[in-house]
């Protein structure tokens, strides 16, 4: 896709996630105005880019009629309302996960989407790394055989947030791929957590997910642990892979086998691991331009808003599962 034929983008959110947005769509030569309401991070964005139009009002993007779609990533709290705004406005709309904090939310989003004909997608970031494409063509091919277990450790210092905890800010992401490596919304979650610095706000939790045919998964994320982990592992019946992001080689296979000998004692076999090459691309990148293209050919996102809901399903029924 050319700058000539690409979407005109509004941005609003330019703080902690929106400041990477803004340069990416610097560079794909898409944005036409970006907004915030902090004076603050207003000045620090013009002093990194400063030939960019910015305003502290998002009506100003809501209402010119040369932008086509809006990109949001304000605080959670703020998605619902103001994608819902783009939409009414005629835009298609980039969220920030989560698509809502509430399923009804999603849901009218999801259904106003429809109505108007207008693209709803939602930022799975994941589902755009090219390791993690490269791991469900493993996982499609039958290398893995067929899935078991799967897991995921998303852990770091910080950034602590009082607006959400820590299951609505860093498990989207692993939920979104366990979801559609399945093929299938769970039959069963629960969650416990702790809140050690805000009360009420969990800082960590193990989401136990349960699926049909006996594939079962859990995601553990924390911003109360010591060093940066982001670990994605898949076990299937004829080997194993592990996506780690923090490592020098991300995606790696291991064909371990399970022998039952005499029939009934399992003796594990370990062999040597096999690292898998991909295309080292920037994921975030990958998706803006994805969601560009979607806007200009008018077809389905890979993270749509039907599959946003059904994350912010798996998110609701976790919350209910840490306060019950």
Known sequence: ???LDAPQVGLIG???WGKNLLRNFIELGVLKYACDTSDEIIAQRIAEAPDV?????????FNDPEIEAIAIAAPAVMHYAFARQALEAGKDVFVEKPLALRVEEGESLVQIARARNKILMVGHLLQYHPAMRALYTLARSG????????????????????EENVLWSFAPHDISIMLSMVGEEPKEVHAWGGAYVSE????TTLTLISFQNSIKGHVFVSWLHPYKEQRFVVVGSKAMAVFDDCAENKLCLYPHTIEMKNGFIPIAHKAEH????????EPLKEELTHFLECVRERKLPRTDG?????????LQRAQESLIS
């Open 1 to 3: 896709m050319s700058k």
């Open 14 to 16: 330019l703080g902690y």
């Open 53 to 61: 139009r910015y305003t502290k009002k998002p009506e100003d993007l």
């Open 143 to 162: 290398e893995l055989g067929n899935l078991r277990y799967l897991y995921s450790n998303r852990l770091n210092i910080g950034k602590l947030r009082t």
């Open 200 to 203: 009420a706000i969990h800082d």
């Open 274 to 281: 096999r690292v898998i090459e991909f295309n080292d691309a």
């Open 306 to 314: 039907e599959e946003g809901l059904r994350v912010l399903r798996v």
